[in-house]
């Protein structure tokens, strides 16, 4: 079903709309609510969006550069081939959504919620990430070469062949981190989270 250009005002949510080449730019959206929708070929480059929740919403060569994201949620949303370029996220919502073939960086995410998130293999060099929940987010082969995971929870977090050389990681939990199958060379640690890591080598420190 096509949309119009405007996404829908009413107060009950738009439920398993399909929206293919809107030009959405520089919009501003607050308190929508999405539902099993599709975004295909939008363009939201420097949108803004406050209070909106996309739930089980599918985005597809969605352009969401240089858009900026408060209090947002997207749940259980998929996201292929979208262009996030210079995207903020702050105190968002992201719980259970999937990036695959994405551009992410120099993505920028301010607390919320990112659990569960699926961002395997994803290119994260330069992104940053700070005060942000990412318990059992998937970042397995992830690059995160030189970027930013400051006091951002990762308990549980699958991070297998991560690549953290020259990362910030200071006051995040790197108790799921095998030091042993990840790059971590240069990055940045505190002297807590490096006894973590010492003892996850089976090592004993002592005075």
């Known amino acids: 079903m096509p949309a119009t250009a405007e996404p829908p005002e009413s107060e009950h949510p738009a439920t398993e ?14 308190g929508r609510r999405f539902e099993r929708c599709e975004f295909h ?18 985005f597809g060569n969605v352009r969401f550069n240089a858009s900026k994201h408060v209090d947002t949620a997207f749940t259980g949303c998929s996201f292929t081939r979208c262009n996030l370029f210079d995207a903020e996220f702050s ?20 607390g919320g ?4 998130a699926g961002l395997a293999g994803a290119d994260l060099r330069g992104a ?3 005060g942000v929940r990412m318990r059992e987010a998937d970042l397995t082969r ?17 991070l297998l062949e991560v690549k953290f050389g020259g990362a910030e ?16 060379g240069g990055a940045i ?19």
């Open 41 to 58: 070929d939008v363009d939201l480059t420097e949108a803004v969006t406050r209070g909106v929740s996309s739930v089980d919403c599918v």
């Open 91 to 110: 105190g968002c919502k992201l719980v259970g959504s999937r990036f695959t073939e994405c551009a992410l960086r120099p993505m920028k995410v301010l």
């Open 189 to 207: 640690v505190s002297p807590e989270q490096a006894t973590v890591l010492v003892t996850s080598l089976g090592l004993h420190v002592r005075g």
């Open 128 to 130: 940053t990430f700070k």
């Open 113 to 116: 919620d990112w659990s569960f």
């Open 169 to 184: 990681l200071r006051g995040s939990d790197l108790s799921a981190l095998d030091p042993v199958h990840a790059e971590l």
């Open 17 to 30: 709309l399909t929206f293919r080449r809107e030009d959405w730019y520089a919009e501003e959206f607050t």
């Open 142 to 158: 992830a690059d995160c070469t030189g970027a930013t995971f400051a006091d951002v929870d990762l308990s549980g977090a699958e």
